[in-house]
């Protein structure tokens, strides 16, 4: 009987205290936490502030006179160039701006006359990125060095042609000009200034008859005649041009001196008569390389001698030259 409640007690311990109560009983003491929720990260946007003006406008607006507001101001002036971050404007009084994109507000075409600003009001923005662009800007618009677009001094030859002051005058000349080249800035009007200076020679016998009261006889006399024509002008072409090409109409003025000297047997007199020259006539000429000019230029020269009339003198003129 002892044994029986003994057993009974063991058998009792053991079912209260089962394997599977101690294993749920360790389980729950051992099993993990539930995870917190984080809150996720905002990510930062890299995305640019859009800007008043595209990229799109300011190509379209290059070597356009435009007007810009830029913190608040007006800037007129004509759009050189633009970069990624800048654009350059050549104002309407000169002054060159370096101007940053994003503190321009509007952009539009200027369609009024431009207005100048006195040179104490000035604004100096210019920058060497500025003017490198503002030159650039200027050379592709006058095209290349070698070109009547653009302005430059001229060295002219001419080495020697025939002048005809009647069918039996005929005199051999040759002629220097130097000046200077003024291309339209907005059109193909192209005009040149300068000074020439032109000498006349000529050679003839010439034999003539004569009374002799002395004798009562006719007799000839031969003679050797020299003339010279020297003239100092002032010469204008006004025309048009391409790179390459110029025609223009040539007028001019100036002063003129012909000398004749005669002699015979030994026997010498000269004459000098002074007087004013007027050239007209035309011409064209071409550009060869960056430098070189070959022309041509027919003309009429009238010359007015004081106390001897006047004196008319066609010639055609060959020049050769340079442009610098």
């Not at 089962?18 to 809150?39: C, E, H, N, Y």
């Not at 952009?107 to 662009?133: F, G, I, M, Y």
Request: charge should be neutral; hydrophobic fraction near 40%; charged fraction near 20%.
């Amino acid at each position: 009987m002892r044994s029986l409640s003994t057993a009974f007690l063991i058998a009792l311990c053991l079912s209260t205290f089962s394997p599977s109560t101690v294993l749920a009983s360790d389980a729950g003491s051992k099993a993990p936490k539930a995870a917190k929720a984080k809150k996720p990260k905002s990510v930062k946007s890299s995305a640019q502030p859009t800007r008043a003006v595209s990229e799109s406008t300011w190509s379209a607006m290059v070597d356009r006179q435009i007007i810009v507001v830029s913190n608040g101001h007006e800037i007129r002036g004509r759009l050189a160039g633009h970069d990624a971050n800048n654009v350059t404007l050549i104002e309407s009084n000169g002054a060159i701006s370096d101007l940053p994109k994003d503190s321009i507000s509007e952009v539009r075409a200027d369609v009024r006359p431009a207005r100048e600003e006195p040179e104490e009001k000035v604004p100096r923005r210019e920058s060497e990125t500025a003017r490198a662009r503002a030159a650039a800007s200027e050379d592709a618009e006058l095209g290349p060095a070698g070109s009547f677009r653009r302005r430059g001094k001229f060295l002219l030859v001419s080495p020697g042609l025939i002048a005809f002051a009647s069918p039996d005058l005929v005199f051999y000349r040759w002629g220097l000009s130097v000046g200077g080249m003024l291309p339209g800035e907005s059109s193909s009007f192209a005009g040149a200034y300068g000074f020439t200076f032109e000498h006349f020679v000529d050679k003839d016998t010439v034999t003539e008859s004569y009374y002799d009261p002395y004798y009562g006889t006719f007799d000839t006399l031969t003679a050797d005649v020299w003339s010279h024509m020297l003239r100092a002008l002032a010469e204008f072409r006004l025309g048009r041009s391409n790179q390459r090409i110029f025609g223009y109409a040539l007028l001019g003025v100036g002063a003129a001196m012909l000398r004749v000297t005669a002699s015979s047997g030994g026997i010498k007199a000269t004459s000098n008569a002074f007087g004013f020259s007027a050239p007209l006539g035309g011409g064209i000429q071409g550009l060869i390389g960056e430098r070189f000019i070959l022309g041509f230029e027919p003309r009429v020269v009238l010359d007015f001698f004081v106390g001897d009339g006047i004196a008319a003198m066609f010639d055609t003129r060959v020049v050769l030259g340079a442009k610098f």
